[in-house]
């Protein structure tokens, strides 16, 4: 007979989703099980978010002292290792992962390191190093993630990898083909031709980060051409070819002709897909929506009045900070506190780490002009920014989007050094509700990026200054 246990509540996966939210299970006084196979903290934590992020540090510094060190003096014989990043990228995301366990254990959550597997709508089973252990919950939280989407007949080996194997491998080949120019194909590009890696990134829309605002992808196909990553749109993958040291990819193009791309290897960056089987959760009755992502509420509860699922597996909006919302709005709900649900996931702020950053919420320009009768739309160049120049950075936009009606803030599209930083300022203001009038009034330090900010809402209003 497995050991078996009994807990309030079960989180199944310990992401940025599913620990925060055992964390806030156990402040609201719950007994939680914290249920993690692979990675302690997730994708994020240990192959995503904060590795990339230092990578893309060091790719900065690569950049700087390599094609800038004129513009700052830097002389003499430079060179960049690559494996001091790789190493750096690690140590990083090694340190976050321990404070996971820190915090599990300083909030008395019980962890449990093996595969969960679930047996019926009130338990799981947990194969652990010293055997299977059957828990019993009141309620559970599904926060199992999501695994790259494949192109069909398309396998991941040494040459066509995916993100994973791409960020845990110590070294850069001389050139790739990144298939998709969303955020994670345009920030690997970003590093690797730091680092010297020819890249060419290919994206079947007809722009970079399709689903930003178009002067976004306009900025940043500048970006790309200034780094000499190569950007093919309009074209579709047809296949890979492999031989032992070299892939062809062939390509669609939108004009009907045929093209082809040799490289030492291929990323596949075309999204995720909700990891939905593989864990009984046919067992539980939880039912899945359309596109195989795990069908939740505003407050994140599934069909299974016991059961939630929170983050990448709900495949509402897959970025970090949204799984960990949903993580609080989880716990907080089955302990009882009736907090707000979660309606508009296009509020929700998103983030490309490259330099100068991308942060945007609410709709595009175009989504806006379909949706709203009558709008205000502002955008000033960060070329006019004196901070952005102090930075060496000179580069990129602030445009905000308002109703015209309620004169209040819809949307906002950044590309500016620390844009993620940026962006908080008018989330707040647009969730709060307040006018464009009264955030004319608020003054901005002198000099500093936030100024750009100061200076779009001058436009919503009338009268921008340094423009
Ligand atoms: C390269 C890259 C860069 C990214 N950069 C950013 C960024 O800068 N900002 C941002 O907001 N987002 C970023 N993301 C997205 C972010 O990583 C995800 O949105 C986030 O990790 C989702 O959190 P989650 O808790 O839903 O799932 P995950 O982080 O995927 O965690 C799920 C966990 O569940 C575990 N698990 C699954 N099934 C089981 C089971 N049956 N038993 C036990 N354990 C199980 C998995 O091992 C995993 O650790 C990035 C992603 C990638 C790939």
């Given amino acids: 007979m497995p050991d078996s246990q009994t807990f309030d509540a079960v989180v199944l996966g310990a992401g940025p989703g599913g620990y925060v939210a055992a964390i806030r299970l156990a402040q609201l006084g719950k007994s939680v099980a914290l249920i993690e196979e692979k990675y302690w903290g997730g994708v994020c934590l240990n192959v995503g978010c904060i590795p990339t992020k230092a990578l893309l540090k060091n790719a900065e510094v690569a950049s700087l002292v390599t094609t800038e060190a004129a513009h700052y003096g830097i002389g003499g014989e430079i060179t960049v290792d690559y494996s001091a990043a790789f190493n750096r990228s690690r140590q990083v995301s090694e340190g976050r992962v321990k404070g996971i366990h820190y915090l599990t254990k300083k909030n008395g959550i019980t962890e449990f390191e093996g595969r969960g597997t679930f047996l019926s709508a009130n338990s799981i089973s947990v194969a652990t190093a010293s055997g299977d252990v059957v828990i019993n919950f009141t309620n559970a939280i599904i926060a199992a993630g999501a695994s790259p989407r494949q192109i069909p007949g398309i396998a991941f080996t040494e040459r066509v990898v995916n993100y994973e194997q791409q960020i845990l491998s110590q070294e850069l080949p001389k050139s790739i083909v990144i298939v998709g120019a969303g955020p994670i194909g345009v920030e690997f590009a970003f590093v690797m031709s730091s680092y010297g890696t020819e890249v060419t990134i290919v994206e079947a829309q007809d722009r970079a980060l399709p689903l930003e605002d178009a002067d976004t992808s306009k900025e940043i196909a500048k970006l790309l051409r200034s780094k000499k990553i190569n950007l093919l749109t309009g074209a579709s993958l047809a296949g890979i070819d492999e031989t032992t040291d070299a892939v062809t990819v062939n390509l669609n193009l939108a004009n009907g002709e045929a093209k082809q791309l040799v490289a030492e290897k291929a990323m596949i960056a075309i999204g995720f897909g909700a990891n939905v089987t593989g864990y009984g959760l046919e067992n539980?009755?939880?039912?899945?929506?359309p596109n195989k992502t795990i069908q939740v509420n505003s407050h994140l509860q599934t069909n299974v009045s016991s059961i939630y699922a929170i983050g990448d597996v709900t495949g509402k909006m897959q970025l970090a900070h949204v799984a960990e919302h949903q993580g609080v709005v989880a716990a907080e709900t089955i302990a009882g506190a009736e907090p707000a649900g979660i309606d508009d996931y296009r509020a929700m702020p998103r983030a490309i780490f490259t330099t100068p950053q991308?942060?945007?919420?609410?709709?595009?320009?175009?989504q806006a002009r379909a949706e709203n009768a009558e709008l205000l739309v502002s955008k000033f160049s960060m070329v006019a920014n004196g901070k952005a120049h102090a930075l060496g950075v000179p580069a990129g936009f602030?445009?905000?989007?308002?109703?015209?009606?309620?004169?209040?803030?819809?949307?906002?599209?950044?590309?500016a050094a620390d844009a993620s930083e940026l962006i908080a300022e008018l989330t707040l203001a647009s969730s709060a509700g307040v006018s464009i009038d009264d955030m004319n009034h608020n003054v901005h330090i002198h000099p500093t990026l936030s100024e750009g900010i100061q200076e779009a809402i001058h436009g919503l209003v009338g009268e921008m200054i340094n423009a």
């Fill in 284 to 289: 539980t009755g939880v039912e899945l929506a």
């Fill in 398 to 415: 602030v445009k905000l989007i308002a109703d015209a009606g309620t004169r209040k803030l819809i949307g906002a599209h950044i590309v």
């Fill in 358 to 366: 991308v942060a945007s919420f609410g709709p595009t320009e175009e």
